[in-house]
């Protein structure tokens, strides 16, 4: 009989303005470099378009988007999340 054991891959998503430029944003590359070596996926989330710091895993980077006001619901036009839309 063969016994099959499943391996949980555990996973994590480090959020944050960017990859460059500051204390807290070298330490989310460092982070992400960390836990990759450790075996966990990673997935670095940034706000703005600036990765200087080297990092591993998948980067979703949102600054890269246009957001155009008529693409943001009627509840959420003229919000600011950071700056001006």
Not at 6 to 11: A, I, N
Not at 17 to 41: Q, T
Not at 42 to 71: A, E, F, Q
Request: with cysteine; glycine share 12%; aromatic share 10%.
């Amino acid at each position: 009989m063969k016994i099959i054991l499943s391996v949980k891959k555990y996973k994590i998503a480090l959020v944050g303005f960017s990859l460059s430029k500051g204390g807290g944003e070298k330490v989310m590359a460092n982070l992400s470099i960390f836990f990759d070596k450790m075996g966990i996926e990673v997935h670095n989330i940034i706000v703005l378009d600036g990765v200087t710091y080297p990092y591993s895993g998948k980067l979703v980077n949102m600054g890269c988007r246009k957001i155009k006001v008529m693409d943001l619901p009627t509840n959420l036009r003229g919000c600011s999340f950071y700056g001006n839309i």
